[in-house]
């Protein structure tokens, strides 16, 4: 390509790149224009629309049951466990010693024995013998004492017709006074010596000494024992003890006897797994141990309780009371009135209720415990007779919380929003 004709192509491109720059800047501003435009546009319509108005969303009740509050009166009862101990027990041994050759049929642990009755014998031959020994011994003091006697009113005569006046001592002697007081101590020992080998014969016998039932037979038959062998230990029937421990604070609403023949409060017995759940068994408060324990700071009250094992004709087909057994005590104490009852599962923390107030909203109501049960606590104030109690568990309670009743009864009837003033029971 000669040189004018490259100089007449650029000439020709020059005026074809701006109009295509121009033409880009047109679209750019037009564009703008429009965004601009629409945005203005947006902004209108917000300002200019109608605002709709926001609507409070409605309290949502909780659904609840609840009980009337009634004052009334209560006799407070302490449940507490309780371990059955004998109110006597006792291991007999012999006060003399031997070879053993009668054991009673009634010898058998289990088997109830009567006060006086024949548990054990001792071989007795020696002992008789002794006896006539002892025996023998009393006449011949007594020969000698009539004897001594006889000389002495040998000696008196003798005195008399001597008619001399004698020193006391000497007087004494004349009359042979110490001979009669020997003679009169050698029978008062031959005598004693004589009892005591007729004590000896009459324990080779060993009996029961309260009605009692065997717990444990320790020798038998041919077995020679001493005055510390173990025979056989025994426990009373006639009566049984039960300890039961007993909070401190609980004390003062029960009457424990300080000396035989106070009344003491009244005590039921029971053992479902043993008896079933409608046996029970009585008794009595008898004593307050004199000590604490020292974990727990638990009292120690001990309960009286007649003929545990039923043996007599009238307790029978009651149910028996088992020595070391565990049973449940119902201790009856003082009369409370005008409280109100609330069951356990229903008092809360801190001692506060819940209450469904006239509102139909939650109260936390703290109370006066006038008493504490295992399963009850008795209230003297801080509700009103014919309030709402709550017995619904709350998750998380918030006092003024709305409630309304299960099943749309009494104050809280329907599904709407709760009304003021409206009472349940009505």
């Known amino acids: 390509m000669t040189t004018s004709e490259k100089g007449k192509s650029r000439r020709t491109g020059r005026p074809g790149i701006v109009r295509m720059l121009v033409s880009a800047v047109v679209r750019l501003i037009a564009a703008s224009v429009v965004v601009f435009g629409a945005t203005l546009a947006y902004k209108h319509l917000l300002a200019t629309s109608p605002t709709a108005a926001r609507a409070k969303p409605p309290r ?57 009755q024949k548990l054990i014998g001792i071989d007795r031959r020696d002992y008789e013998i002794l006896v006539k020994q002892r025996h023998a011994d009393v006449v011949r003091v007594q020969r000698d004492l009539k004897v001594e006697h006889g000389n002495q009113a040998v000696a008196r005569q003798e005195y008399e017709l001597l008619g001399e006046v004698l020193g006391e001592q000497d007087r004494e002697l004349v009359l042979r006074e110490p001979q009669l007081a020997a003679a009169e101590a050698a029978l008062e020992s031959a005598q004693a010596a004589y009892e005591k080998a007729q004590l000896d014969l009459g324990r080779c016998e060993i009996a029961a000494p309260f009605n009692a039932i065997v717990q444990q037979r320790h020798v038998d038959l041919g077995a020679t024992v001493s005055s510390n062998t173990p025979l056989v ?33 009244d005590v039921t017995l029971h053992n479902p797994l043993a008896w079933g759940a409608d046996n029970v068994r009585t008794g009595r408060v008898l004593r307050l141990y004199g000590e604490v324990e020292r974990q727990g700071q638990m009292a120690k009250l001990l309960v009286l309780v007649d003929d545990p094992l039923c043996l007599k004709p009238e307790h029978q087909g009651r149910p028996k009371l088992l020595m070391d057994s565990y049973v449940s005590a119902e201790i009856e104490g003082r009369r409370l009135t005008d409280v109100f009852e609330i069951p356990r599962p229903y008092f809360r923390e801190g001692d506060a209720v819940w209450i469904m107030n006239e509102k139909d909203e939650l109260e936390i109501r703290p109370v006066e415990v006038a008493f504490r049960g295992q399963e009850t606590v008795y209230v003297s104030g801080g509700v009103v007779e014919g309030e709402r109690l709550v017995t619904t568990d709350i998750a998380a309670p918030v006092a003024g919380m709305p409630l309304r009743l299960d099943g749309g009864s009494g104050a809280a009837g329907g599904d709407g929003p709760p009304s003021e003033g409206r009472r349940s029971g009505s």
């Open 233 to 265: 230990t025994l426990i009373a029937t006639d009566e049984a003890w039960v300890e039961v421990k007993v909070p401190i604070g609980q004390l003062a609403w029960l009457a424990i006897p300080r000396a035989n023949g106070q009344a003491g409060s």
């Open 60 to 116: 949502q009740a909780r659904l609840v049951e609840a009980v009337e509050l009634k004052k009334s009166a209560h006799t407070v009862t302490v449940k507490q466990n309780g371990q059955v101990i004998p109110a006597q027990e006792v291991t007999l041994q012999p006060q003399v010693s031997g070879k053993i050759v009668e054991v009673s049929e009634y010898v058998v642990p289990g088997t109830a024995v009567k006060a006086g």
